[in-house]
């Protein structure tokens, strides 16, 4: 079952376009963005399509996106275990498969608005550890890709788009936790950065992965060229 499953993988992630993805994927988020402002603003009234909401359109989107990333990512991880990667190169991609499956889960359960309640700490603080290890990973896997400058780019936009949207989100309550004035366009910036920032990353590992998975199968080939030369020549 587990080799089905990492053949899987592997044989959808060398069948994916990254450019075809971010395009129907920026497609994607342009509408639920889209509808979401509309909604904001007061244009339409959709509960389902509230950017700020809760188990609604915009929350599993961003939740579908992120578990694309997990999978791109655990992919990539499965190459690098066939190209012979050192342990770090290969722990940094599985520590960003699992921080995205946990992201994920998070968009659906809002587990981290849930640790606020409980904890009384803002969630952004309390999370500092986990920003943390994924800055730390990204750098990791930022470093194993030398010489991959698309994958590079790819990844270090995502992540700007991250951070960017989690400044937006810091910037949406004032110290009284109490919405500030311009409360709806800082959401819309937070959720389509959020969205964009996903897509980049996903699309950045299968870029890499897609790299990876091409020069192992180079790397096969021409082992099997000298094996074979060498046969004749033996004869």
């Known amino acids: 079952m587990l080799r089905y499953v990492r053949w899987l993988r592997l044989q959808t992630l060398d069948k994916v376009s990254p450019r075809r993805y971010v395009l129907i994927g920026g497609a994607i988020v342009a509408v639920v963005a889209g509808l979401g402002a509309l909604d904001t603003f ?14 609604n359109v915009p929350a599993f989107t961003s939740g579908f996106l992120l578990l694309g990333a997990a999978f791109a990512a655990g992919a990539f991880w499965l190459a690098t275990g066939i190209d012979g990667r050192s342990r770090w190169e290969r722990g940094a991609a599985l520590v960003m498969a699992a921080l995205f499956l946990y992201m994920s889960a998070d968009e659906v359960g809002q587990l981290h608005e849930k640790a606020e309640r409980i904890t009384g700490i803002d969630w952004q603080t309390l999370f500092l550890p986990v920003f943390a290890v994924a800055a730390v990973a990204t750098v990791l896997v930022l470093r194993s890709w030398r010489g991959q400058p698309v994958a590079r780019a790819l990844l270090i936009a995502g992540a700007v788009a991250w951070v960017m949207a989690q400044i937006g989100e810091h910037l949406e309550y004032d110290s009284h936790d109490v919405e500030v004035a311009g409360f709806q366009y800082l959401v819309l910036f937070e959720e389509t950065f959020e969205m964009v920032g996903t897509l980049l990353l996903t699309a950045a590992f299968i870029q890499a992965g897609q790299r990876t998975l091409h020069r192992v199968a180079d790397r096969r080939t021409t082992l099997r060229v000298t094996s074979a030369g060498s046969r004749l020549r033996a004869q």
């Open 42 to 55: 007061g244009v339409i009234s959709v509960k389902a399509l509230d950017l700020d909401g809760e188990k």
